[in-house]
């Protein structure tokens, strides 16, 4: 599967952005979806996930009850909703595929999308 992400954008201190997460090549039903971060200097984190089918979320402490990860297979997309925008939200957010698990190294990974947030 074929991963292409959009959305980012420069943004204020307490805007919102949705990063969409298209996929192509064939179904992300059955795959986890995750998005990832890289701020400079600092490692990439994972920030929100999805199961498949049942769509479970887990998402990163520091953005709990901000972002909200969410599906629509019919689209073959996978969304981030990111709320309440902080400036040390600002990275390059990644999205990542895993079939039927949270394998991420052995699955697909899109381009990035810049998100900065601007105090």
């Known amino acids: 599967v074929q991963l292409q992400a959009f959305g980012g954008g420069l943004v204020q201190a307490g805007s919102s952005l949705r990063l969409s997460c298209v996929a192509s090549?064939?179904?992300?039903?059955?795959?986890?979806v995750g998005w990832f971060r890289q701020a400079p200097g600092k490692e990439r984190e994972l920030v929100a996930a999805i199961r498949w089918r049942g769509g479970s979320t887990d998402y990163a402490d520091s953005v709990k009850g901000r972002f909200t990860i969410s599906r629509d297979n019919a689209k073959n997309t996978v969304y981030l909703q990111m709320n309440s925008l902080k400036p040390e939200d600002t990275a390059v957010y990644y999205c990542?595929?895993?079939?039927?698990?949270?394998?991420?190294?052995?699955?697909?990974w899109g381009q990035g999308t810049q998100v900065t947030v601007s105090s």
């Open positions: 090549g064939r179904s992300i039903s059955s795959y986890a």
């Open positions: 990542a595929a895993s079939f039927l698990s949270y394998s991420w190294d052995r699955g697909s």
